[in-house]
């Protein structure tokens, strides 16, 4: 079965500094990989993804990926948040297969930004 | 449109209790989902559905049933309510299992 792991529960960083939010995932042949973002008392909603093509992926407000697929990971960057990235954050991979229709989601990483 | 939509929003049952949550969908999405959030343990899916009358089980699907017998509804029914089932619930489509999961806003549950 498919499992996702993110490397940390939470990640505390100031205004305006780099962040970096890591997630790894099981092998498989083919797999699709997912960003989530849920703000308190809201539900998920989608940061980016990769299905395929290259291996860098750009999505909503300014958050980036990559997927590196001899280290199994995909972890997310932004060189600059806000206040307002404040949030928690799940990885997600659906890989088909024996997993056909489940969408496998990682712990969560609760990023705080402070002023 | 609406989206996806959950009802109720906060609900609390006593133990042995029976209850369904409601989700439905005007994207004619095929796909939904029902997913449980615990702290520390990210979300977990329940049941999952392909299509309408098809479902099947996921990771931690004991203690819940599901049913889709149109495109834009997918309940979930608690069957015999216990403390460990406290958690938030949410729905999910999407036209795919591959494409964007739309969340709705969940339902917080309480089982004293």
């Known amino acids: 079965a498919q499992s996702v792991t993110q490397l940390d529960s939470q990640v505390p960083v100031f205004e305006e500094a780099p962040v970096e939010l890591r997630c790894n995932y099981s092998s498989s042949v083919s797999v699709y990989l997912f960003w989530y973002v849920q703000y308190p008392n809201q539900g998920l909603q989608l940061l980016l993804k990769?299905?395929?093509?290259?291996?860098l992926v750009k999505g909503i407000n300014g958050f980036e990926a990559e997927f590196n697929k001899s280290q199994t990971s995909f972890h997310l960057r932004k060189p600059s948040v806000h206040i307002s990235d404040t949030a928690e954050y799940f990885c997600?991979?659906?890989?088909?297969?024996?997993?056909?229709?489940?969408?496998?989601f990682g712990q969560g990483t609760i990023l705080t930004v402070h002023p | 449109n609406a989206g996806v939509t959950q009802t109720p929003k906060f609900q609390v049952l006593k133990t042995g209790q029976s209850m369904t949550l409601q989700c439905a969908q005007d994207m004619n999405h095929e796909y939904m989902s029902w997913y449980r959030q615990d702290p520390g343990m990210g979300l977990r899916l329940i049941h999952y559905?392909?299509?309408?009358?098809?479902?099947d089980q996921g990771e931690v699907p004991n203690g819940y049933n599901v049913s889709r017998s149109t495109t834009e509804d997918f309940p979930l029914r608690l069957l015999s309510a216990a403390p460990s089932q406290t958690s938030v619930y949410f729905c999910?489509?999407?036209?795919?299992?591959?494409?964007?999961?739309?969340f709705g806003p969940g339902t917080r549950l309480t089982v004293l």
């Open positions: 999910a489509s999407s036209p795919q299992i591959e494409d964007t999961q739309y």
């Open positions: 997600a991979a659906y890989a088909g297969g024996t997993s056909y229709g489940k969408l496998t």
């Open positions: 990769y299905l395929s093509g290259s291996t």
């Open positions: 559905s392909v299509g309408a009358g098809i479902t």
